[in-house]
């Protein structure tokens, strides 16, 4: 069983910038496929980043490359998502998850991932 534990979200102004953390409980971290989601109020949950187990390869929504940028500490056992540029569309909550290595297409999708964290809401005022 992995625990993941995300923390960062808030408030921010349109144009603002936040820095997302999900904190792993399992000491295999480093061998899981790392996403982010994120799922808005009446919407469906969207993807919006994955990183591969070893950090090299990142893999981003069309809407958000350019603005937001995962990377991960396997040593802390944590992944981390920096937003950029947000918009108030963009409100949400933002969701962490785990999943196992694997081509990445499939990194896009949320059935990939078996464990997920309760999520940060990230409101973003225009």
């Known amino acids: 069983q992995v625990q993941l534990v995300e923390s960062g979200g808030g408030l921010v102004q349109a144009g603002g910038s936040l820095r997302l953390t999900c904190a792993a409980s399992?000491?295999?971290?480093?061998?899981?496929?790392m996403g982010w989601f994120r799922q808005a109020p009446g919407k469906e949950r969207e993807f919006g980043a994955a990183?591969?187990?070893?950090?090299?390869?990142?893999y981003y929504a069309d809407s958000v490359k350019g603005r937001f940028t995962s990377s991960r500490d396997n040593a802390k056992m944590t992944v981390y998502l920096q937003v950029n540029s947000l918009k108030p569309e963009e409100t949400a909550v933002y969701y962490c998850?785990?999943?196992?290595?694997?081509?990445?297409?499939?990194?896009?999708?949320?059935?990939?991932?078996?464990?997920w964290g309760q999520g940060t809401q990230v409101t973003v005022s225009s």
């Open positions: 399992t000491r295999t971290f480093s061998s899981y496929t």
């Open positions: 990183i591969d187990w070893s950090g090299s390869n990142t």
């Open positions: 998850a785990a999943g196992p290595d694997g081509h990445s297409r499939r990194y896009y999708r949320d059935v990939w991932y078996d464990y």
